[in-house]
């Protein structure tokens, strides 16, 4: 489901100072605990890339959800290597703006930013220069939120369209998948104190035929991505809304 939220300015709230002193170096060494020159990492940041391209926004970024601290983390951006100096570390809180709501409701969020605690490097004069247009799309896996992408546009036109919205959702939803795998390998690897890991399971296996199956459309008919993306955001949206039907009958 997405939700295209009106246009209007945020109440001045107190929130947490951004700057140097709340960057978390390991946002620069990792991302959502994968190092960036894992294939994982390569994987997200390519799905970044092409989501943003796809729907012709002018940067893009991942956040990481930090539990303990319920915020979310700046862990990636493309479009702009200056922002993603800029903006890597940099936290939203959970409830705050478009990007928060997203994580709180895990639905898609089409509308303009209504956070402006974020450190920008574009500049009008000496005003910072703030995205206008805003989609933000959760990234969950087996119900546990994981992370948002957003995408962003700084001129106030074209507006993101819902079926933009829609897009960039089921890039986020392989992103959740990506990101799933790492952390269900990592921990088998944990559980077997070093041995090599033969993943065995049959819901490893399947998730592995997955990922296998989109490195090879990527690796070969690359422009088929978006059909793809659309393919499995579709199908597990059908499983997911099937789960909870059996979930309620019980």
């Known amino acids: 489901m997405l939700a295209r939220m009106p246009a209007y300015k945020s109440r001045n709230v107190s929130a947490p100072a951004m700057g140097k002193k709340m960057v978390d170096t390991r946002s620069r060494r990792s991302v959502f ?6 294939p994982e990492a390569v994987e997200l940041k390519w799905l970044l890339d092409t989501g943003i391209h796809l729907i012709g926004a002018d940067e893009g970024s991942l956040l990481a959800y930090d539990e303990a601290k319920r915020v979310l983390r700046f862990v990636m951006t493309a479009g702009n290597r200056r922002s993603e100096q800029k903006l890597i570390g940099q936290t939203v809180p959970l409830s705050r703006g478009l990007t928060g709501l997203a994580a709180q409701l895990q639905e898609v969020q089409i509308g303009t930013p209504t956070y402006h605690k974020i450190e920008q490097v574009g500049r009008h004069g000496s005003t910072p220069l703030e995205p206008r247009n805003v989609i933000a799309a959760p990234m969950v896996a087996r119900g546990v939120l994981l ?4 995408a962003v546009r700084f001129s106030p036109h074209p507006v993101f369209t819902m079926e933009e919205g829609k897009l960039l959702g089921r890039f986020a939803a392989v992103a959740g998948l990506v990101i799933e795998q790492h952390r269900r390998l990592e921990a088998l690897a944990a559980e077997r104190k070093g041995h090599p890991v033969t993943v065995d399971g049959t819901g490893d296996r399947h998730q592995r035929k997955i990922l296998a199956a989109i490195a090879e459309v990527r690796r070969h008919r690359p422009q088929a991505m978006a059909g793809l993306a659309r ?11 099937d789960t909870r039907d059996a979930d309620a009958i019980q």
């Open 147 to 150: 992370g948002v992408m957003t």
């Open 231 to 241: 393919t499995i955001g579709d199908v597990a949206a059908l499983i997911v809304a």
């Open 33 to 38: 605990g994968v190092s960036r020159a894992a």
